[in-house]
């Protein structure tokens, strides 16, 4: 092993924050990098590390050998995407990460026709959501609802991403249809939950275009979306939902969209996010290929909605002229 290999070792394990979770994600022993980094302090004459049995902290000097490796790994990166470019025919790993829902819903069947197109490409798929380290886990591509915060990282806008107010036929029959906001706070409600956000009201626009909230009585709450469409299925509860969580369950008649004059703001839009402006082949094709599956204009996922064009104040985007 080479001094960059151990150097891109070293920047693993404090990145990831431990020399256990450095082996796991290389799938080797924990005392194989705990012997590389001590043969690359060796090899440097230099600490880079303060180690106790639990935990350890960067000397100065390994603050600006992070620097270094951080230099090395982006100086590799561009050299292999110089390399990949000029392939014909798109080949090699392609890592994507994707929140559970999209990726089952809207990345997979994209994967699947384009490994069609392109056998020479692997395709490695990890749905997790929670927010993973783009750059420090080696993703090609991530698929997010939200513009990431991390301004290192490059994201494009894939398409809207709207809410909708669901319940079913049995649940009106047992409450009654709410002509309100107010009487739909009094409704019970399925909501979302996670770590890092607790969904405990409705946003809307009132008449006079101002945002508000309306605080609901949540009755079940989950950090998966699919659960909570469970849920609302179950007569029990309504849900404000993304409309990307729609199937077929309002064409077959099993959910009823509620107060659909009601003005309500757009949940945070799908964007695609990947480390470096120049993508290799197989991601920019790939990329290409999932704005085709999407829709530029309207998202798949709308048209499991009728008339969704015109409810709940949605105005669509003026497209400019031609000429």
Same mark, same amino acid.
């Given at each position: 092993m080479d001094t960059s290999t151990r150097l891109l070792m070293f920047l693993d394990v404090v990145e990831r924050g431990s020399f256990a979770k450095a082996a796991q994600n290389?799938? +080797?022993?924990?005392?194989? +990098?705990?012997?590389? #980094?001590?043969?690359?302090?060796?090899?440097?004459?230099?600490?880079?590390? @303060?180690? =106790? =049995?639990?935990?350890?902290s960067l000397t100065a000097a390994g603050a600006e050998m992070v620097k270094k490796a951080q230099q090395l790994r982006k100086l590799l990166s561009e050299t292999q995407l110089l390399a990949? @470019?000029?392939?014909?025919? &798109?080949?090699?790993?392609?890592? +994507? =990460?994707?929140? =559970? +829902? #999209?990726?089952r819903r809207y990345v997979q069947p994209v994967v699947n026709e384009f490994q069609k197109r392109f056998p020479q490409v692997e395709v490695e798929l990890r749905l997790e959501d929670r927010l993973v380290d783009v750059v420090g886990e080696g993703y090609d591509l991530a698929f997010r609802v939200g513009e990431p915060k991390d301004s290192t990282l490059i994201a494009r806008k894939i398409a809207r991403n709207r809410l909708i107010i669901l319940a079913t036929s049995q649940f009106i029959e047992t409450?009654?249809? $709410?002509?309100?906001?107010?009487?739909?706070?009094?409704?019970?409600?399925?909501?979302? *939950?996670?770590?890092?956000?607790?969904?405990?009201?409705v946003n809307y626009l009132d008449d006079n275009n101002e945002p508000q909230e309306i605080p609901i009585k949540s009755v079940f709450r989950s950090n998966d979306g699919e659960l909570l469409m469970m849920k609302v299925l179950s007569d029990t509860a309504f849900c404000t939902v993304p409309a990307f969580l729609v199937d077929q369950e309002i064409i077959n008649g099993q959910l009823v969209p509620l107060l659909t004059h009601v003005k309500l703001t757009d949940y945070s839009a799908l964007y695609a996010v990947y480390p470096h402006r120049d993508l290799p082949v197989r991601t920019r094709l790939f990329f290409d290929a999932m704005r085709e599956y999407i829709g530029k204009d309207v998202p798949i996922?709308? @048209? @499991? #909605? $009728?008339?969704?064009?015109?409810?709940?104040?949605?105005?669509? $985007?003026?497209? *400019? &002229?031609l000429f």
């Open positions: 290389r799938n +080797i022993d924990r005392s194989v +990098i705990s012997k590389q #980094i001590s043969k690359l302090e060796d090899d440097l004459s230099v600490r880079l590390l @303060n180690r =106790t =049995t639990r935990s350890f990949e @470019n000029y392939h014909t025919e &798109p080949k090699g790993l392609l890592k +994507i =990460t994707s929140s =559970t +829902i #999209i990726g409450y009654g249809e $709410p002509q309100s906001m107010q009487e739909l706070a009094n409704l019970p409600a399925a909501s979302y *939950a996670s770590d890092g956000l607790k969904v405990t009201g996922w709308e @048209n @499991n #909605i $009728p008339d969704f064009d015109k409810l709940y104040g949605f105005k669509a $985007p003026v497209k *400019a &002229p």
